[in-house]
């Protein structure tokens, strides 16, 4: 007999996530492998959800296939946070769990009601990459600390090594941290629209302004590229903010690409990114809470976590990890270790989609001219208004 048996009397425990890179899936396997090697008694069965993720999941939450852990975006967290589905984990805690060691900011997008739903797995913020060669082929020589110094650089390095200074992403995932620069909101505290401000649309100017005045920066369209990783990996732009998903794929992909990393650029004196995180929940409808609950706290615990983000795909939602794993010193990824302390979490309430899509289809029309600024953005905030009164 082979000693891989479970024992009789083992749990299964059901885990579902999307699918990462395939360099990721591996990784989580071998975490989980080591999970089961420890825990003789639970087997784990891990499920990949390809396509149209929170559909599937929010289907089978109602009926009854669904896994009992599972990944959950922030971005998704508030609305089924308030629909009693998933299982508080208040109660499963302990002191050696060492709850105070997880970056607050990221904690605090899980808490609902004063509970806590989810456990982030990890993050990433946004920093700016800049080209090395393009700078000092401009005469620059450190990345722009401000705002107004990233678009004075931005016209200096476009039409010299590259096409163009600055590579722009304009989805509301990207752009947010620019709106908040102002004092603007994009959710107000009931979950409405509220970006169409005049302190809202000061941040989102500055994006306008350069594109159309400037002419310094390109959309990933403009130079017949997929991503903004790839408008800077191939030296279309000199410079785009990105998070730390760019680093591996940069230095894969573009390996003779000199690259460094810095914080992004303060906009009205203020320092500001974005922050996106994922947590580990359980569902409340779970027939074995406590096997579950040992799943979530091995791989959000010191081991696990340190397993997980020990090869720099992503980061450590723990302090005590990204010490050890010397995170906060790297000089490529410091700059995004220390974003998270100021960072505005990826999260607009209850009803992300209206929001996004209504934003995002409008903001691209005023970048390209097609309308102006303010009268994209109170279409967008208006439609995406209606659409929350019909569904809440």
Do not use: C
Request: aromatic letters at 10%.
């Amino acid at each position: 007999m082979s000693s891989k048996l479970s024992s009789p009397t083992a749990v299964t425990i059901k885990l579902s996530g999307w699918g990462g890179n395939p360099v990721e899936q591996k990784l989580l396997k071998q975490v989980l492998q080591d999970f089961e090697a420890e825990h003789p008694t639970i087997k784990v069965k891990y499920e990949v959800i390809s396509d149209q993720y929170m559909d599937v999941l929010k289907t089978r939450l109602v009926g009854e296939a669904a896994p009992d852990v599972f990944y959950l975006d922030a971005l998704e967290a508030p609305f089924l946070m308030s629909q009693n589905v998933l299982e508080p984990l208040n109660s499963y805690i302990t002191p050696e769990f060492d709850l105070a060691d997880f970056e607050e900011t990221l904690l605090n997008s899980f808490k609902y009601q004063n509970q806590i739903y989810g456990l982030p797995k990890d993050y990433s913020t946004l920093v700016l990459f800049y080209n090395k060669k393009a700078f000092a082929a401009a005469g620059l020589s450190n990345p722009p600390k401000t705002w107004d110094e990233l678009r004075s650089y931005s016209k200096q390095l476009t039409g010299k090594l590259n096409r163009y200074g600055f590579g722009v992403t304009p989805e509301l995932a990207r752009q947010a941290y620019k709106i908040k620069a102002f004092n603007g909101q994009v959710v107000d505290q009931n979950g409405y629209a509220t970006f169409a401000s005049e302190a809202g649309l000061q941040g989102l100017q500055l994006v306008v302004d350069q594109y159309r005045k400037d002419r310094s920066s390109a959309l990933k369209s403009d130079v017949g590229t997929n991503s903004g990783n790839e408008m800077f990996g191939q030296s279309k732009v000199a410079m785009v903010i990105e998070g730390n998903w760019a680093i591996p794929y940069l230095t894969e992909t573009f390996p003779q690409l000199e690259f460094a990393t810095a914080e992004v650029p303060t906009i009205n004196g203020k320092k500001g990114t974005m922050v996106y995180t994922v947590a580990y929940v359980m569902n409340k409808q779970a027939q074995h809470k406590a096997q579950a609950w040992e799943l979530i706290s091995y791989l959000t615990g010191k081991q696990g976590m340190q397993k997980w983000t020990g090869t720099g795909f992503a980061l450590p939602t723990r302090k005590s990890v990204a010490q050890k794993l010397g995170y906060d010193q790297d000089p490529l990824r410091s700059p995004l270790v220390a974003g998270v302390d100021y960072a505005t979490p990826w999260q607009v309430g209850k009803y992300p989609g209206a929001i996004v899509n209504n934003f995002d289809n409008q903001f691209i029309s005023a970048l390209l001219g097609q309308q102006p600024l303010k009268q994209a953005m109170v279409r967008s905030q208006n439609a995406a208004n209606r659409q929350i009164k019909t569904m809440e």
